[in-house]
């Protein structure tokens, strides 16, 4: 799993609505891989993006190389881009957990596969 | 109801359960079908469907999509400007598409756990119907409809009642059960030991062996082997289907078609011998392992050959049997349940490949 995909996902436990992202990732094994960049693809994401939730992450995570706040320039800073496009898509979780902040449900992280499963009494 | 039907041909499905709730019977019927068949299933999935494709290269570089019942993820790599991430309840399902280096991730359709209109587009191909209520069908519909932003498009793939191709529905019988065979032991023992198979259509045969070998489907491997066989594979749903209907017995002993290499040509033999094997116990466990029953078939298909044309010698010597639940949808049915959600247009609609499909465009998100 990416970390872009990670930067979507939500704790989707039935009640769990409000402080339910993002998910906390503990004990978590990543791997870098090379992909090819796409500017369009990284400019609509910066629609997207939850950027601070992303910086916050990656803190955790020990990346240190993307700036606090998005640079003005962003979706033209081929620097910036370049950064975003190893953070996002080149930087995957092998295994872990996200552990929602809210109810603290636990998504188990295996062979780079979330599996975001719920129990029947928590859909 | 079934009782006619020799183990293999497809039956109606007994909704009144009331012992199961309708999760528990998805996860019987759908859920724990799909985890069984998986890397036969996936060697049979490789071709993408004309309409999904053009779907996906239309959309403007850089789209973000998501896949919701992406099975092995064929269509996640359609178009590589695109970026998409797969879902499926199919946890040996999604193993094979991550293999395959796609997002892809294991969760229920009913509860998606992306963020409220995050995506520019999704689609459910061969999905939808398997939810076993109306009320289900709708939510699956809403859940897609609330990840997609407004303005977004949604493009939905569910069986046809009317199809007319590689079999016909009883039109009075939407929820039925689809048999699907594992033929794998056959092959190989077919291979190694005895007699010859014709090699008739045995499309699955091929697929499947190369995809035992690989374990979880390679797609290159799989998709190779099954080069020759890709037809099949569109009416893939068609791979181990038929009619559910009594009367529909007599059409297949008509029918032309030997794409199905394994439903088909085992219905007509059974159709005619296997009355006895085994009722449709449609209510046991999933899995039916109807030995006894296909190796009735091939026995017959071998020494008889009853009608060499349309009798691809298929039938494997001791295929499990496993039923899936399927809603078939009629004319019009798919539309009714996107407009009840009152959060969609419909753009374009048709019938294709035993299909019926609508792209929908998100209207609002509430």
């Given at each position: 799993m990416r970390l872009i995909t990670h930067n979507m996902l939500q704790c989707h436990v039935k009640g769990c609505n409000a402080n339910n992202f993002p998910l906390e990732l503990q004990e978590v094994v990543l791997e870098q891989e090379e992909a090819e960049m796409n500017e369009d693809f990284l400019r609509n994401m910066l629609t997207k993006i939850e950027y601070d939730a992303l910086v916050a992450t990656c803190l955790k995570l020990d990346i240190n190389d993307l700036p606090a706040t998005i640079p003005a320039d962003a979706a033209y800073n081929d620097e910036f881009l370049q950064i975003l496009?190893?953070?996002?898509?080149?930087?995957h979780i092998k295994s872990g957990k996200m552990v929602c902040?809210?109810?603290?449900?636990?998504?188990i992280i295996r062979d780079g596969i979330p599996n975001m499963l719920l129990a029947e009494h928590e859909v | 109801m079934t009782t006619k039907n020799p183990l293999h041909i497809p039956s109606a499905f007994q909704a009144d359960q009331p012992d199961m709730t309708p999760e528990e019977k998805e996860q019987q019927y759908v859920h724990s079908v799909y985890q069984a068949i998986a890397p036969h299933f996936s060697a049979t999935r490789y071709k993408p469907w004309p309409v999904v494709e053009e779907f996906l290269k239309t959309m403007p570089v850089g789209y973000v999509g998501a896949d919701v019942g992406c099975g092995n993820g064929k269509y996640i790599g359609?178009?590589?400007?695109?970026?998409?991430v797969g879902s499926d309840r199919s946890s040996n399902l999604i193993s094979i598409c991550s293999e395959r280096g796609h997002e892809a991730m294991v969760c229920d359709g009913l509860a998606l756990p992306y963020r409220s209109q995050f995506f520019d587009f999704a689609i459910s191909i061969a999905v939808i119907h398997h939810f076993i209520s109306p009320e289900r069908r709708v939510a699956a519909i809403e859940e897609i409809l609330r990840i997609v932003r407004v303005g977004g498009r949604v493009l939905i793939f569910v069986w046809a009642l009317e199809q007319t191709g590689k079999r016909d529905f009883d039109k009075e019988t939407q929820d039925v059960f689809v048999p699907w065979a594992l033929a794998k032991k056959p092959i190989e023992s077919k291979k190694s030991s005895e007699t010859k198979k014709p090699k008739a259509n045995s499309r699955p045969q091929g697929v499947k062996k190369k995809d035992r070998k690989n374990k979880n489907g390679d797609s290159l491997a799989a998709g190779q082997a099954a080069a020759e066989q890709d037809e099949a594979k569109d009416n893939e749903e068609s791979a181990a289907v038929v009619s559910v209907v009594t009367d529909a017995l007599n059409k297949l002993t008509v029918q032309?078609?030997?794409?199905?290499?394994?439903?088909?040509s085992r219905i007509k033999d059974n159709s005619l011998q296997d009355q006895s094997s085994t009722a449709t116990d449609s209510h046991s466990s999933s899995p039916h392992t109807s030995t006894a029953s296909s190796t009735t078939a091939t026995a017959t298909t071998d020494s008889n050959q009853p009608n060499p044309e349309d009798t691809p010698p298929t039938a494997e010597a001791a295929a499990p049997v496993y039923n899936r639940y399927y809603h078939l949808f009629h004319k019009g049915e798919l539309e009714d349940l996107v407009l009840q959600t009152n959060k969609a247009s419909i753009v374009q609609q048709g019938y294709d490949r035993?299909?019926?499909w609508c792209i929908l465009e998100k209207t609002r998100h509430e």
């Open positions: 496009h190893r953070v996002i898509l080149e930087t902040p809210n109810c603290q449900h636990n998504y | 359609v178009n590589d400007k695109l970026f998409m032309e078609d030997h794409t199905d290499s394994q439903g088909i035993d299909n019926w």
